[in-house]
């Protein structure tokens, strides 16, 4: 008898403390969950990676990646639109947290911002009007060339063929702009993007250039290691699972 009152009683004692648990949690107002604000720098004018569809919302292969990126770890994602030439420095002074926009990893860069893992690889074309007698990157020796300012691509010309050759632009519409109306000989730009600005204008051609590959990253502060940890392990996780692949395949095909 006293064995089974002795049980029964620590069988009470559990049921109190366990019921007692129960409302505590219920009791407790269920702290809102703030997402922290995210500002992503870019220059939206990169078919397919970034740009802006005509009712003014953006979209393309980097605004996709970031999206998920920024639902999966409940950040409230707020894009900004600048000059490519700005980005780095925005991330450098925190006038924005980060930039991405289809940011190639070069030795000059690594010296202002952390690169993520890369999650593209390209290269660089030319893009001339159809006619046009250069055929390839020795052809351009003697020619206006169109660049977005401070792209690899103006890096690589200006190098190349010395600044007085360079006309740089500060969005690529621009500069395919002054191609159209012959103001340039050439636009010199990541491969993706001039196949893109190829389909909407069948005056132009595209050329390969000899200029090696590039790998495109995103671009952090110094200081924001969490958040690079972050969208690093969240670019692993869609490398994996193939929805980077799906990514890569909605915007390429079409
Ligand atoms: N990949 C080249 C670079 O990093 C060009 C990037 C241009 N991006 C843009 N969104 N306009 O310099």
Known sequence: MKKLAKILAVVMVIAVAASM???CGKE????????????MGTSADFPPYEYV???????GIDIEIIRGFADAYNYD???QDMDF?????????????????????????????NFSDPYEITCQSILVLEGSDIKTKEDLAGKLIGVQAGTTGDDFVTEDFGQDAV??????????????NKQVDCVVLDEQTAVEFLKANPSIKKLDTAYGEEQYAVAFNFEDTELLGQFNEYL????????????????KEA
Do not use: C, H, W
């Open 77 to 79: 994602l707020e894009i």
């Open 21 to 23: 648990f129960a409302s």
């Open 53 to 59: 569809e005509d009712n003014g919302d953006y979209a």
């Open 167 to 180: 006309n740089q632009y500060d969005k690529y519409s621009l500069a395919i702009q002054a191609l159209l």
């Open 85 to 113: 030439k700005s980005i780095i420095t925005a991330v450098n002074s925190k006038a924005v947290d980060f930039g991405m926009s289809g940011f190639t990893i070069t030795d000059e860069r690594k010296l202002s911002v």
């Open 28 to 39: 407790e107002p269920e702290a809102p969950v703030e997402k922290t604000k995210l500002v």
């Open 236 to 251: 692993a996780k869609i490398k994996a699972d193939g929805s980077l692949d799906a990514i890569f395949a909605k915007y």
